[in-house]
C-alpha cells in the first residue's frame, strides 16, 4: 500500500503564502473537509485553541490529484538558514527542445513568479550544458527553483 503526505511549510503568513504557491503550482485554494463551514472550524473540531487558528487559508491542493497536499503552518521563528529540501518547478518543457527555447520558458516562469512576490537569487547555466535553471525564493524567502 503506498503512503499519503502533504507538504508541510512552516511560514509567518500562510495566506499570502497559499496564494502565492497555488498561483506558482497551478494549485488551488483547499477546500476545507466536509461538513465544516472553514479550516478554522475544522481546527476547532479538533480541539486546537483560538490563538493557533489562522483565520484564513493554510492549504492548498492540486485540482487534478496528482501533486501532493501542501499546508502552510504558522511558526514564531523566522527562516535563518537555507532550506534542506526545496520545490523544483520545471518549466522548460522537453530535454529535446532547444535550450534557448528552455531558457525563454524559465525566464518567462520566472518574471511570472516575480510578479508574484519571489526574488530571483541566481542563474544557473554554463555554455556547452544543457541545462538552465533560475534560483528563486518565495515571498517569505523560501528558495526554490525554475528549470
Known sequence: MSVRYQLVIDCA???RQAHFWAAALGYELAPPPTGFATWDDYYRDLGLPEEALTGGVDRISDPQGGGP???FQVVQDTKSVKNRLHIDIHASGDRADP?????KRVDTEADRLVDLGATITHVMYQDGVDHYAIGMKDPE???FDIN
Open 13 to 15: 503568513d500562510p495566506g
Open 69 to 71: 497536499a501542501i499546508w
Open 99 to 103: 535550450i534557448q527555447t528552455r531558457k
Open 141 to 143: 524567502g523560501n528558495e
